[in-house]
């Protein structure tokens, strides 16, 4: 699948982030199965244990905006390597989108898609709580 537009979505996001502290732009685009793309920036405070990353914002906004199914999201930073979410963000993607493609891009804009289950194998999940 072409992610071209969800990773430019992520790409122009990152202009918005406020990493006061680490310095560290990122941004996201989540993509829903009716094509909506919802994005979101990395926010982090003094307290850093209340930072919030751009994937979960982008998820959370798409999420209280009503939506529900999503086909893929993209994160974006200014790292030569390809950026992927951090631990926290993976557990969060694959509570509250599940299997989907997920875009990695440097900073050149080129991207590679992997799915949930690569970024985070052996999850848990709702079936854990059983």
Same mark, same amino acid.
């Given at each position: ?22 310095? =560290? ?34 998820? =959370? ?8 199914? =999503? ?50 194998? =052996? ?8």
């Amino acid at each position: 699948m072409d992610y071209k537009n969800l990773a430019e979505s992520a790409v122009k996001a990152k202009q918005n982030a406020l990493p006061t502290y680490s310095n =560290f732009y990122v941004g996201a685009a989540v993509l829903t199965e009716n094509n909506k793309i919802y994005t979101g920036c990395n926010i982090e405070s003094s307290s850093y244990s209340l930072t919030i990353c751009a994937e979960r914002t982008a998820v =959370f906004k798409a999420i209280s905006e009503g939506e529900r199914n =999503f086909k893929a999201i993209a994160v974006s930073g200014d790292t030569e390597d390809f950026i992927s979410p951090c631990g926290a963000c993976r557990q969060v993607i694959s509570d509250l989108c599940g299997e989907i493609d997920i875009v990695l891009i440097n900073s050149s804009g080129d991207y590679i898609v992997k799915k949930t289950s690569e970024l985070l194998p =052996f999850a848990f999940g709702d079936k854990d709580l059983e």
